[in-house]
């Protein structure tokens, strides 16, 4: 198994399991997340041990392409196989969006994303990698995780949780739950969520089942109802991520829907402009953008138009691929 898969209490039972002491697990943690060493760095018996059960197996950049505010990154994955992490420069210092699986089975029409079929989860180790990687090959610290690549993170729930964990640990890097953002389209799995910590958001899309439908098909399952009953019952506040389509959910009349419908919902509305895809899709213009949220901010719903990064690399939201470049 690769090391990197192992949270802090599997490693932990793992020990005690072979008679030996668990704070074994911590100096392990400290070793791979803190003084990034790929070794064990205990008795020789011990090490032997290891090295039986566990394995430092990697992925590999295979392309980088950067821009001002980001930076892409193609990684490859011991499969052939191949995801892409983003780099995002904020004031307040550097976000990595990264992939959950290899490809994605939610169909989104207007994602490049959505339009590839879900070949296989990533399991925890390839996520953690993503980060570590990006990290050492930059040689800039990374303060802020989103999983908002390639994917549908609940889809791939277990490995998640567990990736969420091993970064969050104490022992390890200590990234805290409000620095991790998981966004999902919401699904069946998103109702195990009411009590995480860390930010989550939303993909809305549409003031009305009609819309959505046709934009995501997982609406036939998980409706707008769906997600925003879910969003009343969490104490804490959930981003509602709505991307401007020209002529197609960026009318006045659908900005008015939109605030009847979040009105004394505990979120905010995350207006996306539209990122150039393969698909048959336009973005709507600055000015209708600025009515729309205008609108919004007129009716009392607190919403942002959210800042573009990497555009110009097809790093941005709905540009992401698993397809190689090399």
Do not use: W
């Not at 197609?248 to 979040?262: G, H, P, Q, T, Y």
Request: aromatic share 8%; net charge neutral.
């Amino acid at each position: 198994m690769n090391i990197y898969n192992m949270t802090f209490h599997a490693l932990e039972a793992y020990f005690s399991e072979r008679g030996e002491n668990k704070a074994k697990a911590k100096i392990i943690f400290n070793n791979l997340y803190r003084k990034r060493i790929t070794n064990f760095d205990l008795s020789s018996r011990i090490n032997e041990i290891l090295k039986k059960d566990f394995n430092f197996e990697s992925i590999k950049i295979i392309e980088k392409s950067s821009c001002s505010n980001a930076v892409k990154l193609l990684f490859g994955l011991y499969d052939n196989n191949s995801v892409e992490a983003v780099l995002m420069r904020h004031d307040y210092g550097n976000a990595l969006c990264i992939s959950t699986q290899v490809g994605c089975n939610m169909g989104c029409v207007f994602c490049q994303s959505g339009a590839m079929k879900k070949v296989r989860d990533l399991q925890p180790f390839e996520m953690v990698l993503q980060l570590l990687k990006a990290e050492e090959e930059l040689g800039e610290k990374i303060n802020r995780v989103t999983l908002m690549g390639i994917g549908e993170p609940l889809d791939n729930f277990e490995n998640v949780m567990d990736f969420i964990n091993i970064i969050g640990h104490r022992h390890g890097r200590g990234t805290a739950p409000r620095h991790i953002t998981i966004s999902t389209c919401g699904v069946p799995k998103l109702d195990e969520l009411h009590e995480i910590s860390c930010n989550l958001a939303i993909s809305l899309h549409a003031p009305n089942n009609e819309i959505r439908s046709r934009l995501m098909p997982v609406n036939n399952a998980y409706s707008i109802e769906n997600i925003i009953d879910f969003t009343k019952t969490r104490k804490k506040k959930t981003t509602l991520e709505y991307i401007m389509l020209a002529g197609i959910n960026d009318s006045d009349d659908n900005a008015r829907e939109l605030a009847e419908l979040v009105r004394g919902v505990n979120c905010y509305i995350n207006l996306i402009p539209y990122n150039e895809t393969s698909l048959n899709f336009a973005r709507s213009s600055t000015e209708r953008m600025a009515n729309f949220y205008s609108i919004l901010i007129q009716s009392g719903i607190r919403a942002v138009v959210r800042k573009e990064f990497g555009s110009e690399l097809k790093a941005a939201c709905g540009q992401l691929s698993s397809e190689r470049t090399l």
